[in-house]
């Protein structure tokens, strides 16, 4: 935004492109007519160099900062719900207990490399590395 010159359009899709707070992207705009910049929101038929242009901005901004508070709380509400039912979420883990013991049990034995270890197991090697840093 440094490069911008008095006499210069930004001129974006869609209004949360630019921001997703309402004071942020009211700040933004007043510092773009501080400049000199036009603004332009193509989806939202937005030109703040207008009086109309720059109130159907706030209220515009004013809905997609709600949008966004309304997502926030229905994935808070989802996660507690998930959280209630027992699921942790998140990604499972690469080496569980069964895969341990079956690593530790080949290990033990010097006749397989690491990398033949790890196919065995089903893991990757900076898996098997890092269940052997734990275990130290």
Do not use: W
Request: charged share 30%; net charge positive; glycine share 8%.
């Amino acid at each position: 935004m440094d490069k911008l010159r008095k006499g210069d359009t930004v001129c974006v899709v869609r209004l949360d492109r630019l921001g997703c707070r309402m004071l942020k992207l009211i700040q933004l705009i007043n510092d773009f007519k501080q400049k000199g910049i036009n603004f332009v929101s193509l989806e939202n038929d937005i030109d703040t160099t207008t009086p109309m242009g720059m109130l159907l901005f706030s209220m515009c901004a004013a809905f997609s900062e709600m949008e966004r508070a309304l997502i926030q709380e229905r994935v808070k509400v989802g996660l507690e719900a998930a959280h209630q039912k027992g699921r942790k979420g998140g990604r499972p883990r690469a080496l569980t207990p069964v895969k341990l013991a079956t690593l530790n049990s080949l290990k033990k034995g010097d006749e397989f490399s690491v990398t033949k270890i790890c196919e065995m197991v089903g893991i990757t090697r900076s898996v098997y590395y890092r269940a052997l840093k734990q275990e130290d």
